[in-house]
């Protein structure tokens, strides 16, 4: 499975590609929107610094016309490399133009996925990753593992190379059972990664162990263990 960071903020992917195997980044204009006043292209160019090209990055178009999304997606492999993946919502449009950009060999991740029939349709027209929206689609009354679980066997049944990039996810409950429905990747905020180790208990063994430790051996560590009996 593959685990990506939902932001463009400098500071929280510098910290967390240090502690999370971070598969990935990725944007959308909402939360471009959040850094503010920014170069964007060389904005995307210090994430791309920052997680090398053994991680994927993801950019959207924000164009609505075929044209422009082809246009988007042109300016943003050329300005900021040929390895971006390009996020296209599954519009009408988007499809569109997804499968031209696939037509070019250029990597797309299908996303604004509210039902399984666009997921089908994207998958069908070759999309490198799909992202349905988790929490978008509980909030329309939708069974979003279940969409994910048939998405999953359409992949399979078609031996599709197409990867299922969960997104949109309040709570570190939903990214599990995403991953547990079938999907190959999910893309969250750092919110929900601190969520995931706010657990008191994590943090109350760490402090059992070190005092059964100290108990012992006072404060001496492991690291010097061998200076304290020399």
């Avoid at 162990?209 to 263990?225: E, K």
Wanted: proline share 2%.
């Amino acid at each position: 499975m593959e685990f990506m960071l939902d932001t463009a903020n400098l500071e929280e992917i510098s910290t967390f590609v240090k502690i999370v195997p971070v598969a990935g980044v990725t944007s959308n204009p909402s939360i471009i929107k959040k850094e503010g006043e920014i170069n964007f292209f060389e904005h995307m160019k210090s994430i791309r610094q920052i997680i090398g090209f053994e991680s994927s990055l993801h950019v959207q178009v924000v164009a609505e016309t075929y044209g422009g999304m082809l246009a988007d997606a042109k300016m943003i492999l050329s300005q900021i490399d040929d390895q971006v993946y390009i996020k296209v919502p599954v519009s009408q449009v988007g499809l569109r133009a997804i499968k031209e950009l696939k037509k070019q060999g250029v990597n797309v991740t299908a996303t604004a996925i509210y039902t399984k029939f666009q997921a089908y349709l994207a998958i069908a027209a070759k999309a490198d990753y799909i992202a349905p929206y988790f929490n978008r689609m509980e909030n329309l009354n939708s069974d979003a593992c279940e969409a994910i679980t048939e998405m999953s066997r359409e992949i399979e049944r078609t031996n599709s190379q197409t990867k299922i990039l969960a997104a949109s996810f309040k709570n570190v409950k939903q990214v599990n059972s995403a991953l547990e429905c079938g999907a190959h990747a999910a893309t969250m905020g750092v919110d929900i990664i601190n969520q995931a180790f706010a657990n008191p208990s994590i943090q109350k063994a760490v402090t059992d162990f070190s005092t059964d430790w100290q108990a012992v051996n006072g404060d001496t560590t492991i690291a010097t263990l061998l200076e304290s009996i020399n």
